[in-house]
């Protein structure tokens, strides 16, 4: 919501950027959760849960730091850029 309160006072580049990022940011998110789904239901053995839990946390992590990064930016830097 911080994105698109903000993309109407933007520059034509920033709205764009804008736009992009918050796309961007929803489509990585509705990925994440399509592939944990469909990987819950594939694994077999305890070795294989481990790996599997340790990849969706490593890109949760990464997605939540993109995510903040992008909030920041939209706080931040967005406002200033006419």
Known sequence: ??????????????????ITLIIVTVLLWIIFFIADGKVRKRIGGEREHNVVVDLLTLTGTFLAVFTLLGVGFFVVIAPRVH
């Open 1 to 18: 919501m911080v994105g698109i309160g903000e993309y109407s006072h933007e520059s034509a580049a920033a709205s764009h950027f804008s």
